[in-house]
């Protein structure tokens, strides 16, 4: 029901070896987050620097950075996995379906390596998308 698309413009930590977390959607109470998963469409990476080769991409919420997609390689340098989603509904680690009864935003941190910051970057593209249903409005 929703996508949202971060891109290297967005990466703007400068301090080196140090994520950066990106607001994708608010949810309200009531809302059920049933599904999420990503879409590398462009590798991120430093043109200039092939040894910048670790950037991570986990999908979460406030108080937990990886609830919906674990730390996965997004880095064209590195192992790059070009989808992901989130925990099968069989593995201990799911979360999903998660209702909320509070306010929450669910976001996408980036995490950068040691020497290196994420406002090198130049060029990459993720797409994530999120199914919520809103409980609220039925």
């Not at 999903?96 to 009864?101: E, G, I, N, S």
């Not at 929450?104 to 994420?118: C, I, P, Q």
Request: glycine letters at 4%.
């Amino acid at each position: 029901t929703h996508k949202a698309v971060v891109d290297h413009t967005d990466l703007t930590q400068a301090s080196d070896n140090t994520a950066q977390t990106i607001d994708l959607l608010n949810l309200a109470a009531g809302d059920v987050v049933t599904s999420v998963a990503y879409k590398l469409a462009t590798a991120f990476e430093d043109a200039s620097d092939t040894a910048f080769n670790v950037t991570t991409l986990a999908v979460g919420e406030d108080g937990d950075v990886d609830e919906f997609v674990d730390e996965t390689e997004v880095n064209k340098n590195g192992t790059e996995v070009l989808y992901s989603a989130g925990f099968a509904y069989t593995d201990a680690a799911c979360t999903l379906p998660k209702a909320y009864t509070a306010a929450s935003k669910v976001n996408a941190t980036f995490m950068s390596m040691a020497a290196k910051s994420l406002s090198d970057i130049d060029a990459g593209e993720a797409h994530v998308y999120l199914s919520v249903v809103k409980l609220s409005d039925l």
